[in-house]
């Protein structure tokens, strides 16, 4: 349905790319109108003096929890055990909580630790705020993440090519030579995402007292107003989360591609020494207990039931709120990435033109949240799309987290387009009555666990999207990631531990419905192929 | 043109109206040339099979003739009409009236037997799609397994599914993508026979690609040899 898709293209641009253009338009105006604006914003987009400093703190802060979270997340993924799908899935599950929510937890693990280890007669004092604290959070963070990705980049690492190998060549160099190479592209798109994300991420700095570039953009336009500034300031942020984002295509590309093992014993297993099945071991206790920190660090905080209930009573505005943004997200953005789906499942294997359309895909990714949503309002409130439709203003949080995670989306829809074997599209095709019953009874339950994936994707993304959010939200609303994320600059409350606990027990549960939906839509998209 | 109807010892009679007729059909992926000019016609009701090793373009040639793919250059006609030409599909596979059984079986999981029966039924009346739905289970000898779901059935009842699937179609034509291939001697010998009385029964026109010149010479009486996408024999 040709007419279909490229509604849903055209989607995607409205969503997705034109924001963007919006926030570039000020830009190049100032840029092309006056030599003087262009060198003024050009010494901006250039950083020294205070705004080299601030990059340099982004890139310690982000580098730091890339490279801890990195480690940790590719040693846990190592681990033979636990065995059981449950335990080994629970991290996957938190890869959706917000930073924030981590960072309280963990600012109240580490004052209850302190006031144990006083309590024992040792007057430790653990940091509660600085560069080190920051960058820990962060890698715990986005734990969930690169243990995913490194799990996902293992999982996908075929038997037969190691087994040839390990008969010609010793265990050693089959895992540096065959192994890990096959690996590689995956685990590190996981770094990369960690590393863009924790770029951008001006929330966990904030909380901790770090300034970041990311933090002086938002704050530099919450002063001035001035669009193509805040895009000036942040130009060096998107050049490097850019760089970044085609790290992502590389890995994600082969991810998607790659079929998935069965639930046998790996081989690769065997490959590893016995001191880094110990370590990997260690790293996977870690992990576990980063997931604990969060749950303990969240009870704690928040008191008994009954007082998260009296906390929550009165934001129940706010949730309610938030659940419509993230619903209304995950719909619209679920349309518009099928469409780029099919494109980017239809365009494998033709060089150019694909790998452009992988860059259309992903680039938006490498803008700061904040940006997204300035862009928004150039275009929503009195640009020329405000004219041709006006929208009223407690939507446009709906198109800040619509427009930021259709990307991922449409990435997650097109791994599972390209998992579908394709005669079973095929066999509707010959066999069908009419399109409409092809795609009703054939396309769609095919597609159905994926879409449901994808749309779980956003919403939990949805639920906890700040940038964008605070940027567009329209006076006297306020989301519960919105709200909780003000509180918390007053200091961790049990209103605000308790929304935090709900906040995370709703993205987990969701998340977890998302990942048994995306599994159960691998057997489906292979069909009847290699059964019995 | 590489293409040799009419010539002495090929099955075509000249005068018969031709049902599908391939004109200088080409086609290439990634600039690597898959099928290159190629003729070929037949006559309603023919059996062909099409031979030749892997890589030679005999799946691809049974996908264009199916619809489910647009040649670059020629055309397809199909009683008269036409049906593929460069680029373009002018008649959609389902209007062919064509049934494909497909080499991987390409059964949905989500439906059991009689799902997918009724599926490739289409929209009839209740009375004649069950009674479609009842003859193809007959003829496939599946009695028995229609609540059954692909992944409770053996290799060999899922190759009669797709049989069936093809079947309820009610088509003219019959197109078999090595329908035997994997099957044990025994399951081979008895599907061979489910075809050909099928096919028998209900007249259709028979294109079997295949490998094995044994199972081609078994179903049917003229057979064509693909090698790197051309036609090198017609007999």
């Known amino acids: 349905m040709p007419g279909v898709e490229a509604l849903g293209l055209l989607g995607f641009l409205v969503c997705v790319h034109l924001p963007i253009l919006a926030l570039c338009q000020p830009l190049v105006a100032r840029l092309v109108g006056s030599p003087a604006g262009a060198t003024a914003l050009a010494d901006l987009a ?11 703190a982004s890139l310690e802060v982000s580098l730091a929890a890339t490279g801890m979270a990195g480690l940790l997340g590719l040693l846990a993924a190592l681990s033979s055990r636990p065995r059981g799908r449950l335990l080994r899935g629970l991290p996957l599950a938190l890869v ?3 930073p924030y929510v981590h960072a309280l937890a963990w600012s109240t693990v580490l004052f209850r630790v302190e006031t144990t280890l006083r309590g024992l007669g040792l007057a430790i004092e653990l940091p509660r705020s600085g560069p080190g604290v920051t960058a820990w959070v962060m890698a715990m963070s986005r734990l969930p993440l690169t243990y995913g990705m490194a799990a996902i980049a293992l999982g996908l690492l075929p038997d037969a090519p190691i087994e040839a190998a390990r008969s010609v060549r010793s265990d050693r160099a089959v895992l540096l030579r065959i192994a890990i190479p096959l690996a590689a592209p995956i685990a590190a798109a996981g770094l990369a995402l960690a590393f863009l994300l924790s770029l951008l991420d001006y929330g966990v700095p904030a909380l901790f007292q770090v300034n970041v570039l990311a933090l002086g953009v938002f704050a530099d336009y919450s002063a001035s107003g001035d669009a193509a500034r805040a895009l000036a300031m942040a130009m060096p942020l998107v050049v490097l989360a850019a760089g970044a984002c085609l790290a992502l295509v590389a890995g994600w590309r082969r991810a998607a591609l790659s079929q998935p093992r069965g639930d046998g014993h790996p081989t690769w297993i065997a490959l590893l020494p016995r001191g880094l099945r110990g370590l990997s071991g260690l790293a996977m206790a870690l ?20 007082r998260i209930l009296a906390a929550l009573l009165p934001a129940r505005g706010d949730l309610i709120y938030s659940l419509s943004v993230a619903l209304g997200a995950s719909l619209l953005a679920l349309g518009p990435a099928l469409a780029l789906a099919g494109r980017l499942a239809a365009g494998e ?24 949503g ?10 020329p799309l405000a004219a041709l439709l006006p929208l009223s203003a407690a939507t446009l949080p709906v198109l800040a987290s619509a427009g930021r995670f259709a990307p991922l989306a449409a990435v997650l829809l097109t791994a599972q387009l390209l998992r579908r074997d394709p005669s079973l ?38 639920l906890g999207e700040l940038g964008a959010t605070l940027m567009v939200l329209p006076p006297g609303r306020s989301t519960l990631t919105a709200r909780t994320f003000n509180y918390l600059h007053y200091g961790a409350s049990e209103a605000v531990a308790g929304a935090c606990l709900v906040l995370a027990l709703a993205t987990v549960l969701v998340a977890t419905v998302v990942l048994q939906a995306f599994a159960a839509g691998q057997g489906m998209a292979r069909g009847s192929e290699g059964l019995s | 043109m590489n293409a040799l109807p009419g010539e002495a010892g090929s099955a075509i009679d000249d005068r018969a109206p031709k049902a599908i007729e391939l004109i200088g059909v080409s086609l290439a992926r990634a600039g690597r040339p898959i099928l290159s000019d190629l003729d070929l016609s037949l006559a309603a009701g023919e059996r062909l099979a099409i031979v030749g090793p892997s890589g030679a373009g005999k799946t691809t040639l049974l996908r264009l003739i199916a619809g489910l793919e647009a040649p670059d250059t020629g055309s397809i006609r199909i009683d008269a009409r036409l049906a593929s030409e460069a680029g373009r599909i002018r008649i959609p596979p389902h209007r062919r009236r064509m049934g494909l059984v497909f080499q991987s079986g390409a059964l949905w999981p989500h439906m059991s037997v009689s799902q997918h029966l009724r599926f490739a039924a289409g929209r009839l009346p209740r009375a004649e799609r069950e009674g479609r739905v009842a003859a193809a289970l007959a003829a496939c000898e599946l009695g ?12 060999g009842e899922q190759r009669r599914v797709g049989l069936a699937r093809a079947l309820a179609t009610e088509p003219r034509w019959l197109l078999l993508d090595e329908p035997l291939v994997n099957l044990d001697p025994p399951l081979a010998e008895r599907l061979r026979s489910v075809i050909d009385r099928a096919a028998t029964l209900a007249e259709l026109g028979v294109i079997l690609v295949t490998h094995d010149r044994d199972e081609a010479d078994a179903l049917c009486p003229r057979r064509l040899r693909l090698e790197a996408g051309r036609l090198v024999e017609d007999r």
Do not use: K, N
Not at chain 1, 355 to 364: G, I, R, S, Y
């Open chain 1, 96 to 98: 959706a909580v917000p």
């Open chain 1, 425 to 462: 599209v095929d066999a509707a095709r010959m066999h069908q009555a009419g399109v409409l019953q092809g795609w009703w009874q054939v396309g769609l339950p095919l597609l159905g666990p994926g879409l449901l994936a994808a749309a779980g994707l956003v919403f939990t993304l949805a």
């Open chain 1, 374 to 383: 300035i862009g928004l309002i150039a275009l929503w409130r009195g640009g």
């Open chain 1, 349 to 372: 294997g033709r060089g150019m033109r694909r790998t452009l359309l992988w860059l259309a895909t992903l680039l938006p990714l490498a803008v700061p949240a904040p940006l997204f």
């Open chain 2, 144 to 155: 028995g397994l229609e609540a059954r779901y692909p992944d409770q059935l053996s290799g």
């Open chain 1, 46 to 56: 250039w950083p020294s003096g205070r705004q080299l400093d601030l990059l340099g």
């Open chain 1, 287 to 306: 992990v576990l207990l980063q997931a604990a920190a969060l749950c303990a660090g969240l009870f704690v905080a928040a008191g008994s039931p009954a």
